[in-house]
């Protein structure tokens, strides 16, 4: 029993360590982020709880260690609790909708995961973002702008790493 549960930590932290360093290539392509689906798979792979606490730690890593300085307190808890949204959208993904790699309505049922996943935490974030910085209806306009680069990006990301999705939960463990 100790095993299990000091192998489902191990594995928390290392999603929201990968999730940290998956960040940086936005360096290179802004709003494309890897992290979404790290995190997603963290869900995905070790359940609720594990998705949430991985998602809300590898973006607090993200927001907190930011190379452009830490966000205003209020943003950077939108973003952890939104992060923790995208791991319990891997959850509840395994749940209602397991991969079957060979059904083809499986790679765009992911993609509307992706979608979902990315719209959440995009979204909440834009708002948060507008209440806080204002003129709100302005900035959450420009801020949805950039969302939907991420958006897109997920759209795409999420179904063409289906495989990956499968293969991770069944090294966690879970099958």
């Known amino acids: 029993m100790t095993f299990g549960y000091t192998k ?23 709003n494309v982020s890897p992290a979404f689906l790290v995190i997603f798979i963290a ?12 998602g809300g730690l590898g973006f ?5 260690f930011n190379p452009y300085g830490m966000p205003l307190l209020p943003l950077l808890a939108g973003q952890i609790i939104f992060g923790a949204g995208i791991g319990l959208c891997g959850a509840v993904a ?15 049922l992911y993609a ?17 973002d507008a209440l806080l910085l204002g003129p709100f209806k302005q900035r959450f306009l420009i801020s949805l702008g950039f969302s939907i680069l991420t958006i897109l990006s997920n759209l795409i990301i999420f179904p063409l790493l289906v495989p990956l999705i ?10």
């Open 43 to 54: 869900g995905y792979s070790l359940g609720i709880s594990r998705g949430l606490l991985a």
């Open 166 to 175: 499968k293969s991770v939960r069944e090294m966690a463990g879970r099958t």
């Open 8 to 30: 489902s930590l191990v594995l928390t932290a290392l999603f929201a360590g990968q999730a940290f360093i998956a960040n940086f290539f936005m360096l290179f392509l802004p």
């Open 112 to 128: 509307l995961w992706g979608v979902l996943a990315s719209a959440i935490y995009m979204g909440g974030i834009s708002l948060i």
């Open 60 to 64: 607090f890593l993200i927001s907190y």
């Open 94 to 108: 395994a749940r209602i909708s397991p991969i079957k790699l060979h059904s083809w309505p499986t790679y765009p």
